[in-house]
């Protein structure tokens, strides 16, 4: 992923005094695509 914006992650992880965190990135499903935008999403 290029320029990912983690300072509101680097936040949140603070407030909750958690740095431990799942992270999936979500793909479209594009039948015979070859790329498309993703959705990153962290866990706590």
């Known amino acids: 992923m ?3 914006l983690l300072q ?3 936040q ?5 005094g958690r740095y431990e965190f799942m992270l999936t ?3 479209l499903r594009v039948v015979g695509g070859t ?4 959705n990153p999403v962290a866990l706590f």
Do not use: H, K, T, Y
Request: charged share 15%; hydrophobic share 35%; glycine share 6%.
């Open 2 to 4: 290029d320029n990912s």
């Open 8 to 10: 509101p992650l680097a």
């Open 12 to 16: 949140a992880c603070a407030e909750e």
């Open 25 to 27: 990135i979500n793909p």
């Open 35 to 38: 790329g498309s935008p993703v």
